[in-house]
């Protein structure tokens, strides 16, 4: 037999996990000076220019 467990303090953990995790991807989106954000945009955009243009016709 496993321990028992207190299903108030595991639904506790797994919300204070998953805002972890939603904080994390925030900080990630948001922390960024703006200059790096739009660098990472433009190389975005040129990467997908240049494959669009490598594609062959049919």
Same mark, same amino acid.
């Given at each position: 037999?496993?321990?028992?467990?207190?299903?108030?303090?595991?639904r &506790?953990?797994?919300?204070?996990a998953?805002k @972890?995790?939603?904080?994390? /991807?925030? +900080?990630? =989106?948001? *922390?960024?000076? &703006?200059?790096?954000t739009?660098?990472?945009? @433009?190389?975005?955009?040129? /990467?997908? +220019?240049? =494959?669009? *243009?490598?594609?062959?016709?049919?």
């Open positions: 037999m496993g321990k028992p467990v207190n299903l108030k303090q595991a &506790k953990r797994k919300a204070r998953e @972890a995790k939603k904080a994390e /991807a925030n +900080r990630l =989106l948001h *922390g960024q000076p &703006k200059a790096v739009d660098l990472a945009k @433009a190389r975005a955009g040129k /990467a997908a +220019r240049e =494959l669009d *243009g490598k594609k062959l016709e049919s």
